[in-house]
């Protein structure tokens, strides 16, 4: 599967649409209806100061896809990737058996959106998702966590043979931890979880999972931030050389969304 | 039923704000330059513009979880007027697109239009 390149930079715009039919009455009342199969999502994505190769990876897409025809994939670059991040029990979150999951645990920033994951067996045990995305991206996975006796606690990201995880000691207190992540290869799958040590009970808020190196702010999910189906905006792909190996552009990309 | 959503700081709208309030008045005019008006709606209904500048990634997200949640236009929410605190219990967004620009690290903005249901 095609994917758009890992190449993001500041400013960027994110449009969501909704189609909402109405039939307004003469004394201003409405009517309406959600069209709920006409929605989309648009990127307008500004380039300044790419390298020839950068930009290179960006022609050599839109060349591939023929501008609009084609599809690919999009790893939304201003996302939580992941899905339902405070819903641990929804079916996108994949588990070992033995690992025993209570919502509705206060959290860190003044809700009660924390899980209490609780490992009753001796081994380690994980809780993940798998997402269409390129192993060779570098992610940032981060949560908050706490645990009352103490733990290590493991983030992870793993694709075919490979794992990048990386162990953090918490304690009582709430603690954001962050792992920078690159699985590397040619997978088109990743795994993106937490271990918790055996006869561990811990209480995680914001797995967060986003295209970059650091993590940002925690953005509360729910239909995540990969994309298989999008699509170039338009046929037309400009390209501005300001200098030598200095590159401008503005992309749009859409999807169904 | 749903509520719009507050920043961290507890505040719903930023400055500048505007806040619209409109009446639907029906004119005819006669050849002799005699009118006659009417109401066309029976009360006057309110809009609220809403223009947010550096929201950081949080603020962002859960701004644009309530757009979905209400389907853009489609669904219906209670508003509190940030003028007076008087709560409008039946309101919608006014568009079906909702504009994210992402300027920075926590310098989001966007621009979200309330407005008051005739039912």
């Known amino acids: ?257 | 039923m749903s509520s719009f959503p507050r920043l961290k700081t507890g505040a719903v709208v930023q400055y500048p704000a505007t806040r619209t309030v409109g009446y639907a008045t029906e004119v005819f005019r006669f050849l002799d330059g005699a009118e006659q008006r009417y109401r066309a709606r029976g009360s006057e209904t309110r809009r609220w513009v809403i223009r947010l500048e550096l929201l950081d990634e949080t603020e962002l997200a859960a701004l644009e979880e309530f757009f979905e949640s209400m389907e853009g236009a489609f669904g219906r929410f209670a508003f509190e007027d940030p003028w007076d605190g008087k709560q409008y219990p039946d309101c919608s967004l006014e568009g079906d697109e909702f504009e994210a620009e992402m300027l920075g690290e926590t310098r989001a903005k966007t621009s979200l239009v309330v407005r008051e249901n005739r039912s």
Not at chain 1, 69 to 88: G, Q, R
Not at chain 1, 227 to 236: C, H, I, P, Q, S
Request: charged share 20%.
């Open chain 1, 1 to 257: 599967m095609a994917y758009f390149p890992q190449i993001a930079q500041f400013p960027g715009t994110r449009r969501v649409r909704r189609r909402t039919v109405g039939s307004e009455a003469m004394d201003g009342s409405i009517v309406k209806y959600a069209d709920s199969g006409a929605g989309e999502i648009e990127w307008e994505l500004s380039y300044a100061g790419l390298t020839d190769q950068e930009w290179g990876a960006i022609r050599e897409l839109f060349e591939a896809c023929e501008g609009r025809l084609e599809t690919f994939t999009f790893v939304d670059p201003f996302a939580n990737l992941l899905k339902s991040s405070e819903d641990l029990g929804a079916a996108v979150w994949l588990k070992d058996a033995g690992l025993g999951l209570a919502a509705g645990i206060a959290d860190p920033l003044g809700g009660s959106g924390a899980t209490r994951i609780t490992n009753q067996g001796a081994e380690a045990r994980a809780i993940w998702q798998e997402l269409p995305a390129p192993a060779s991206f570098r992610y940032a996975v981060s949560a908050y966590a706490r645990c009352d006796a103490g733990a290590r606690l493991t983030l992870f990201a793993e694709a075919g043979a490979t794992k990048a995880s990386k162990e953090f000691a918490i304690g009582p207190e709430w603690r954001r931890i962050v792992h920078s992540a690159q699985p590397g290869g040619t997978e088109e799958e990743v795994q993106f979880g937490v271990i918790v040590p055996g006869g561990a009970a811990v209480d995680v808020f914001g797995l967060q999972v986003e295209a970059q190196p650091g993590a940002s702010a925690y953005k509360r999910s729910g239909a995540g931030g990969v994309y298989v189906n999008a699509r170039f905006a338009e046929d037309v792909l400009t390209v501005n050389t300001d200098g030598p190996g200095l590159n401008s552009a503005r992309v749009r990309i859409r999807t169904a969304g």
